[in-house]
């Protein structure tokens, strides 16, 4: 009898009213627009330098995540090509830090070319040789060409 009374009375209560909207949650993987970049010539560093605002790196991306980058350009066919920043080698280098990144460049003037950041954070501790994002290594990642690391990354998969 009891059990009857105490189901009878119970009440499943209102859909209260959605939250505001937070920030993506730990596992999601951000991409930046395509930045044009403005490169300037700093004779002290006998470099071309340009930063970029990229308020999706924080310390936990840096602690734990990873970070992908690509630069995008149109060769004399007019032909569009998108490479990883990695595949450049010491021609240019990265600088990430909190909420911006320094490029260096000490053989050419890269302004005009675009680039676009991806920022992976880490969901796990493990050590260097087992991290693994959908089954790759952040060095595999870096290697791989910007289509490939869409589809990997992609919702579907």
Known sequence: MVL?????????GD????????PAGPDSVVYSNWIPLTFTYVATDTAFEDTILAPTIT???LDSGVILSYIQ???????????PMASLGSFV??????GKI???????????YLYRYVTIPGS??????TIKVKGYTPQELKAMSYDQVQQVLSEKN
């Open 93 to 98: 280098f990265e600088d990430f830090s909190i």
């Open 15 to 22: 859909t209260g009213p959605a939250g505001p909207a937070g």
């Open 73 to 83: 350009f149109t060769d004399q066919n007019n032909d569009i090509h998108i490479e």
């Open 102 to 112: 320094n490029l260096f460049s000490f053989q050419a003037d890269l302004t005009g």
């Open 4 to 12: 009857i009374i105490g189901m009878i009375s119970c009440k499943k």
């Open 59 to 61: 310390e936990g991306i």
């Open 124 to 129: 796990k501790k493990a050590n260097s040789t």
